[in-house]
């Protein structure tokens, strides 16, 4: 892993089309938000390939999905992204991200093995924190349907989320840029709790605001950052956090 | 028609990719989601072609057109799903769907006279419910643009939902689909009451959060799921309906 | 420029697999919408475009490329709208923009010199309102993420609008269509009194919205409005324009 990223350029096809957009790109882009110190390349990366699948654009998924290898995400976690983006995006999506992937894991030599499920026991989830979210749960979603409750319950808190092949942590993130990249506000301030709950500091929420605003474009990452603000400041203007 | 589905399951590709997400693909989506008794094979491949076409995922249509016809939707169904989608998803979404299914068409040897408008008269709308939706729809669009309010009452309400090719309880369910898929909470309350009026039950409601959730990703369906619970329940927690 | 408009039609795959689509097609989108007398051909072609842009649909986009520079758009104008929505839909979105356009310059001869900033000093702005917008930025995203307001302020308020290759009023009519296209409600209602401040009129948003609700869906077009109607009318009824 190096948080070393070889000079990137936009394509010569950009500077023929709009020079401002390929001088944003070279200047901006490459040359000062991949560069800002706050996150390390391989976050960077992870948020970029989140946000790529989430946003429908897997086409420019195996060029990140090269960058992330090389900032050092390892092929069990880009796995189980998909695995994550699935549930939290939908299947089409995560679909296509496999076919994106495919060719590049077939190019780097990256076998069943590397991305095999790792056997070790899930992860624990804290008892009393699912109490009360299956509680609040079940009396929201599950007034109108009780198995997709079931479901939220079983699936995601009680098994996608203890999976051990990405930390929390990292979990936590992706969704996060992949909620961004949907545009949805509703439950984002779980999502939030959750991610602090699971190590994410505010720092980086704020670092990985700005990187995914290039990506998902500026209203979606100020609609994001709005419930941000409301979660850990309150309507009030006081600190809550 | 029939409600048996051949087995299914995760292309070699997803198991070499992600066999976490391959393994939820057997064992959940194709093992479990579509074998749920609440909705017929028809109906979860109707819902599933809508969200395709809202998603923007037109590549995997012809794959899930080619199991709707088989599984009972009839070509005029599919045919009248791509005009309702039109004017609810964007023309653009339906022009992609017709580039899809045109080979399936071709290949199953569905000619012009299967998908002609059938010489029927169009179906009545409710008067009354029809004259108060139009006035709060002029009392509000209206004020901003008041052609927009007179599309909607012409072309929509007017036109679209009286074509007699798609049964007004399909039609809600397809729009359903759509908006969830879309991620749009504005307007659903309303879709919510109209599909009950046209016949749709609660308990579809639920089976059809819980069918699209897998194919909208977890947020848009429990956003969905919010707006209905609103709609049935009310914020207070009483039953409403 | 001209505002005649050759007769379109459906392709003849939308005949064949959806009459019902080709007929609204026809009859409705080029032979009714596209020619209402509101909005001059091209500020439609601008509007079509920047929501193929943003709905992600950019193999429609040398179509209406083609159709915008027949329309009166010139190139540094479409060059300009692509840099505009890599920063309010994604890089993601402008980078496939330019995968589109680049055969069409090519085909029409446009050249770098065609596309190229001119050598003019950027557009002033107002002082007083970059105060007023400044400080409520700043105390809102500003206490989540000093960096996403540093950037708002400096490469979207300081740099991108002032940039002289598109004029405020384009670049507001180009920034709503592609938030319409989002389906974004949050930081909608600041759009709208940005571009009435650039001169946009309450006929040309009325316009908009109907061209516009044919090409994102009616959903996201009613839910636009309901924002316009609170900026132009407020919650109270009274009309505050």
Not at 36 to 53: A, H, N, Y
Not at 69 to 83: A, F, H, K, Y
Not at 167 to 179: C, F, G, K, N, W
Request: net charge negative.
């Amino acid at each position: 892993m190096t948080d070393e990223e070889p000079t990137r350029s936009a394509p010569p096809e950009a500077h023929a089309v709009s020079p401002r957009f390929a001088e944003y790109t070279d200047r901006l882009l490459f040359g000062e938000v991949w560069q800002r110190p706050g996150l390390s390349m391989r976050d960077k990366s992870m948020l970029t390939c989140s946000v790529l699948i989430a946003l429908n654009r897997s086409q420019y998924l195996s060029f990140h999905a090269r960058r992330a290898l090389d900032n050092g995400l390892s092929p069990r976690e880009l796995s189980e992204i998909v695995t994550q983006l699935a549930v939290y995006c939908g299947w089409p999506m995560a679909s296509a991200a496999v076919s994106e992937l495919a060719p590049v894991y077939a190019e780097r030599g990256i076998g069943a093995e590397d991305v095999a499920p790792e056997p070790v026991p899930p992860l624990d989830a804290d008892p009393g924190m699912e109490l009360r979210r299956k509680a609040v749960l079940d009396a929201s979603i599950g007034a109108v349907s009780p198995d997709l409750a079931r479901y939220s319950n079983e699936l995601l808190f009680g098994d996608l989320w203890l999976h051990p092949e990405l930390a929390p942590r990292d979990r936590s993130l992706v969704t996060l840029a992949a909620i961004w990249a949907m545009g949805l506000q509703p439950l984002l301030d779980y999502q939030y709790r959750r991610a602090f709950d699971n190590g994410v500091t505010r720092d980086e929420i704020s670092d990985a605001l700005v990187h995914c605003a290039f990506y998902v474009g500026w209203p979606r990452a100020m609609a994001a950052a709005m419930v941000a603000r409301e979660v850990l400041v309150g309507d009030d203007g006081e600190d809550h956090a």
